[in-house]
């Protein structure tokens, strides 16, 4: 009795901050929890009539916000270029291909080539939230619980466990195609062209595709998960009909 109002207050906290504009709606809420929790009353007597379905509700919008604003994030101009946490660099096994090349003043090609890399994580970042959004709807309400019951960033790794290998299947095409599009290839292609008119210089082969939509992917997650920290303590997201009806207003 007590756990399940217990955990809708976890999940409060996750979502709202009492910060300057809504402190009254959080002192008000708090006040109806513990008035409640005091009664010692199953959710189903309580006055908020909070049913399972309503809470993993509330929690798949809650997350459903969240992808969405990381994605948009993630899809824009420079976001994974503009972003030092998630700007994918320069693949370690050619480190030394970039490192030549600037010790001899050929920067440019290289800068190019980093830059189509994030330029193609952009452009294909729009085709994980379908799968992101679909393991949203088949979450359950013990998913939930243990997300509620998680770290800082539980929903996020929920996430990240139930679609990483559908998202990388997904994103690979789509890559594949933006590499091409964006100018990767070329961009690869000229750089080690000038690299490999440097005497006795050797480099290992990379797999453009692949460390492209791993980067992408991880980058994707990374911001999910601050995402879902924010959210946890200074939230920016609008407050739904459905969250409004499920946590009171």
Same mark, same amino acid.
């Given at each position: 009795?007590?756990?399940?109002?217990?955990?809708?207050?976890?999940?409060?906290?996750?979502?709202?901050?009492?910060?300057?504009?809504?402190?009254?709606?959080?002192?008000?809420?708090?006040?109806?929890?513990?008035?409640?929790?005091?009664?010692?009353?199953?959710?189903?007597?309580?006055?908020?009539?909070?049913?399972?379905?309503?809470?993993?509700?509330?929690?798949?919008?809650?997350?459903?916000?969240?992808?969405?604003?990381?994605?948009?994030?993630?899809?824009?101009?420079?976001?994974?270029?503009?972003?030092?946490?998630?700007?994918?660099?320069?693949?370690?096994?050619?480190?030394?291909?970039?490192?030549?090349?600037?010790?001899?003043?050929?920067?440019?090609?290289?800068?190019?080539?980093?830059?189509?890399?994030?330029?193609?994580?952009?452009?294909?970042?729009?085709?994980?939230?379908?799968?992101?959004?679909?393991?949203?709807?088949? #979450?359950?309400?013990?998913?939930? =619980?243990? $997300?509620?019951?998680?770290?800082?960033?539980?929903? /996020? +790794?929920? @996430? *990240?466990?139930?679609?990483?290998?559908?998202?990388?299947?997904?994103?690979?095409?789509?890559?594949?195609?933006?590499?091409?599009?964006?100018?990767?290839?070329?961009?690869?292609?000229?750089?080690?062209?000038?690299?490999?008119?440097?005497?006795?210089?050797?480099?290992?082969?990379?797999?453009?595709?692949?460390?492209?939509?791993?980067?992408?992917?991880?980058?994707?997650?990374? #911001?999910?998960?601050?995402?879902? =920290?924010? $959210?946890?303590?200074?939230?920016?997201?609008?407050? /739904? +009909?459905? @969250? *409004?009806?499920?946590?009171?207003?």
């Amino acid at each position: 009795m007590r756990y399940k109002f217990i955990s809708i207050f976890a999940l409060l906290i996750f979502i709202f901050n009492p910060g300057t504009g809504n402190a009254q709606f959080f002192d008000n809420l708090m006040k109806k929890g513990m008035d409640s929790l005091s009664q010692d009353k199953p959710l189903s007597e309580m006055g908020t009539s909070l049913s399972e379905d309503s809470i993993i509700s509330g929690l798949k919008e809650a997350l459903e916000i969240g992808v969405g604003k990381s994605i948009d994030f993630t899809s824009r101009l420079d976001g994974y270029v503009g972003n030092p946490k998630i700007k994918i660099p320069m693949p370690e096994k050619i480190q030394n291909v970039a490192d030549m090349l600037g010790k001899i003043g050929l920067q440019k090609p290289v800068d190019d080539f980093v830059l189509s890399m994030n330029r193609a994580a952009e452009a294909a970042s729009p085709k994980a939230k379908e799968f992101l959004l679909s393991s949203i709807k088949q #979450m359950t309400f013990d998913d939930a =619980k243990k $997300i509620l019951e998680g770290g800082d960033t539980a929903a /996020t +790794d929920y @996430l *990240k466990t139930k679609t990483f290998d559908d998202i990388f299947g997904a994103f690979k095409p789509t890559v594949s195609e933006m590499v091409n599009k964006v100018g990767v290839t070329s961009a690869y292609k000229e750089m080690m062209g000038k690299f490999s008119s440097i005497p006795f210089a050797s480099a290992e082969s990379l797999d453009l595709d692949n460390y492209v939509t791993d980067k992408a992917i991880s980058g994707l997650f990374l #911001m999910l998960g601050e995402e879902e =920290k924010n $959210i946890r303590t200074d939230p920016k997201a609008r407050v /739904t +009909d459905l @969250l *409004k009806n499920v946590f009171g207003k």
